[in-house]
């Protein structure tokens, strides 16, 4: 069976956005990056940089409702479990015949596989975080947060 193109973009995407370092500067640095952009157009978004149980960034912009905090917590749960994107995690479990949410293997009330968080991969170091938004569409609150490390990768390299 071979992947659908939308799979291998996004397993493109993580091989692309990995950093060279990252710390508690750049946590800040890349959230408000994101923040920013969405203040701009006008997205009522929550976004959160942690790693695994500590809280790096949050940012809850005009909009946002009580249940971003839900879904950022489930979503970044997710990340932080299998080391892939939610919307990466979404599509290949779409393919398949059963999910992880389904017979018991992961509860409903810690996961999800709504897109929108992304890992946060240090080269040589693997995944030490999770970048997370939410308050959009799925595929929009992933945009958002890919578009963002892209631009910040970029600014950190030129």
């Known amino acids: ?12 995407q993580e091989e692309e956005l ?3 370092s990252f710390d508690h500067h ?3 640095r890349l959230g408000s990056l994101i923040a920013n952009h969405a203040i701009a157009s ?3 978004v929550a976004i ?18 009580a249940d971003q905090e839900e ?9 932080l479990r299998f080391e892939h994107s939610t919307a990466l995690l ?9 999910s992880p949410l389904g017979g018991g293997w992961l509860a409903h009330d ?5 897109g929108g968080s992304f890992p946060i991969r240090v080269r040589g170091a693997g995944v030490i975080g999770a970048i997370t938004v939410s308050g959009l569409t799925s595929d929009d609150d992933h945009q958002l947060v890919v578009d963002g490390i892209r631009n910040y990768l970029k600014t950190v390299a030129g």
């Open 1 to 12: 069976m071979t992947e659908s193109a939308r799979l291998v973009e996004l397993r493109q």
């Open 18 to 20: 990995v950093f060279a």
């Open 26 to 28: 750049d946590a800040w």
């Open 42 to 44: 006008d997205y009522g």
């Open 48 to 65: 959160d940089i942690r790693r695994h149980n500590l809280v790096l960034f949050r940012c809850v912009l005009h909009g946002a409702t």
């Open 71 to 79: 879904w950022i917590r489930r979503k970044s749960a997710s990340v």
């Open 90 to 98: 979404t599509e290949q479990f779409s393919a398949r015949t059963h």
């Open 110 to 114: 810690d996961y999800t596989l709504a």
